[in-house]
C-alpha cells in the first residue's frame, strides 16, 4: 500500500507549525514509520501546513511520517511534537499541494452547512484525476479541478459563480448547480452515477 518513494514534485517546503489555520476534522487512515511500521490512524486537526494524527504509532521527533487519510490522500512530513496517543506532523509539500490540500479542508470543514443530498445518500470518493470540465447550456466550457465527487455530486474549484438551478455538464455527467461556497460550486448529478461512470476520476 505503502511507497517510500518521494513524489517527483519540485519544491517541497516545511512550515513552522501554526502558521496555517488548523480545522478541526475526523479522517481515518493509515500511516507508515521510517522503520515501514504500519498503523491505523485518524487525523483530528488539519491545515496546509501540518496534521494531528490520534494513533498508537510513537514515533520520534523529527521521523518522517507517509499518511494515506480519507479524503485527503497522500500526507509526507516529519513529526515536530509528541502528546498522548497524538503527535504533530509537519507536511513536507509544494505550494500547488497546499493550495489543494487548503480547497479539500474548506469543503470538509463546510460540508455539513452545504446541505448537499449527496452527503448522505452517498459517500464521497477523493478523485485521483481532479481536472475537468464544466460546460454551460450556452456550449461555453470551463476548466476547473474536482475537490470531492461521490455517486450523486460533486464539489468543484473554479472561479464561475452560477446562480443555484443552473444546468451543466461535469464532464460527460449532467447535473444542476445545488449551492455555492467559497472556492467554487457543489453539483448535484441528473441521476445516480455509477463507479464505472466515474472510473476517469478515481
Given at each position: 500500500?505503502?511507497?517510500?518513494?518521494?513524489?517527483?514534485?519540485?519544491?517541497?517546503?516545511?512550515?513552522?507549525?501554526?502558521?496555517?489555520?488548523?480545522?478541526?476534522?475526523?479522517?481515518?487512515?493509515?500511516?507508515?514509520?521510517?522503520?515501514?511500521?504500519?498503523?491505523?490512524?485518524?487525523?483530528?486537526?488539519?491545515?496546509?501546513?501540518?496534521?494531528?494524527?490520534?494513533?498508537?504509532?510513537?514515533?520520534?521527533?523529527?521521523?518522517?511520517?507517509?499518511?494515506?487519510?480519507?479524503?485527503?490522500?497522500?500526507?509526507?512530513?516529519?513529526?515536530?511534537?509528541?502528546?498522548?496517543?497524538?503527535?504533530?506532523?509537519?507536511?513536507?509539500?509544494?505550494?500547488?499541494?497546499?493550495?489543494?490540500?487548503?480547497?479539500?479542508?474548506?469543503?470538509?470543514?463546510?460540508?455539513?452547512?452545504?446541505?448537499?443530498?449527496?452527503d448522505r445518500r452517498h459517500d464521497?470518493?477523493?478523485?485521483?484525476?481532479?481536472?475537468?470540465?464544466?460546460?454551460?447550456?450556452?456550449?461555453?466550457?470551463?476548466?476547473?479541478?474536482?475537490?470531492?465527487?461521490?455517486?450523486?455530486?460533486?464539489?468543484?474549484?473554479?472561479?464561475?459563480?452560477?446562480?443555484?438551478?443552473?444546468?451543466?455538464?461535469?464532464?460527460?455527467?449532467?447535473?444542476?448547480?445545488?449551492?455555492?461556497?467559497?472556492?467554487?460550486?457543489?453539483?448535484?448529478?441528473?441521476?445516480?452515477?455509477?463507479?464505472?461512470?466515474?472510473?476517469?476520476?478515481?
Open positions: 500500500m505503502f511507497s517510500s518513494q518521494h513524489a517527483q514534485t519540485a519544491g517541497p517546503k516545511v512550515y513552522e507549525e501554526g502558521a496555517f489555520q488548523r480545522v478541526t476534522v475526523n479522517l481515518s487512515g493509515r500511516l507508515m514509520l521510517a522503520n515501514h511500521e504500519e498503523f491505523p490512524c485518524a487525523a483530528v486537526d488539519m491545515s496546509p501546513g501540518d496534521v494531528v494524527l490520534h494513533s498508537s504509532a510513537r514515533p520520534r521527533p523529527g521521523e518522517r511520517i507517509i499518511a494515506y487519510v480519507d479524503h485527503v490522500g497522500r500526507l509526507e512530513g516529519t513529526v515536530a511534537r509528541l502528546a498522548d496517543q497524538q503527535f504533530v506532523v509537519q507536511l513536507n509539500a509544494t505550494e500547488r499541494k497546499r493550495e489543494k490540500l487548503a480547497a479539500q479542508l474548506t469543503w470538509i470543514a463546510n460540508r455539513h452547512e452545504l446541505g448537499l443530498p449527496e464521497r470518493l477523493t478523485p485521483r484525476r481532479t481536472r475537468t470540465t464544466l460546460t454551460l447550456e450556452s456550449g461555453a466550457v470551463q476548466h476547473c479541478r474536482l475537490i470531492d465527487l461521490s455517486l450523486s455530486g460533486a464539489a468543484i474549484d473554479t472561479e464561475l459563480r452560477l446562480p443555484v438551478g443552473t444546468p451543466v455538464t461535469l464532464g460527460a455527467m449532467r447535473g444542476r448547480v445545488v449551492r455555492l461556497f467559497q472556492e467554487g460550486l457543489a453539483i448535484e448529478f441528473v441521476g445516480v452515477q455509477t463507479l464505472e461512470t466515474l472510473r476517469e476520476f478515481l
